[in-house]
């Protein structure tokens, strides 16, 4: 265990004990997905308002394992006030994150991001060695995009 290791289990705990962004907002005008995860038993609601193209606010509510509710926080975190042009950027950068060891090679180099937008996502990172901790890991992030997309085309 090095340290960037322990930094990394610091910041999952973190956001597991104090999740960011926690409860939920009115709908409509905010649009709300719900997401599950069978083979942990994860589950999570996304609420999430666009606003002329910007994420002006985002609120989750659920229940799962460590790595599904620090995950959901640390996306909240990194995705709230921005352009959906960001969010697109920042998503991208974390599936390809995830898929690292996936097998999926084939994806076009995301967009340029700068490092403080990744932050604290970096401590999933580790999250690919364990692929049943993968899905836990991706669950919020499939949720939000159905939830962008559902906003978006509204
Ligand atoms: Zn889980």
């Given at each position: ?33 719900e ?12 609420y ?13 509510t659920?229940?799962?394992?460590s ?11 990194a ?18 994150m ?5 097998g999926?090679?084939?994806e ?47």
């Open positions: 265990m090095n340290e960037l290791e322990d930094l990394y289990r610091e910041i999952i705990l973190d956001h597991y004990k104090n999740p960011r962004n926690q409860g939920v907002l009115v709908t409509p005008p905010a649009v709300m997905k997401g599950f995860n069978p083979l942990c038993g994860d589950e999570i609601q996304i999430l308002q666009v606003e002329e193209g910007t994420l002006v606010d985002i609120k989750i659920g229940q799962g394992c790595i599904s509710r620090s995950s959901a926080s640390l996306l909240s975190q995705v709230k006030g921005r352009s959906l042009t960001e969010v697109e950027a920042i998503v991208a950068q974390f599936r390809q995830m898929a690292l060891h996936g999926s090679s084939s076009v180099d995301p967009p340029e991001l700068d490092e403080r937008a990744l932050g604290e996502l970096a401590a999933l990172r580790g999250v690919v060695k364990f692929p049943v901790r993968i899905k836990c890991a991706m669950l919020a992030w499939s949720t939000f995009e159905a939830a962008i997309s559902q906003a978006t085309s509204s």
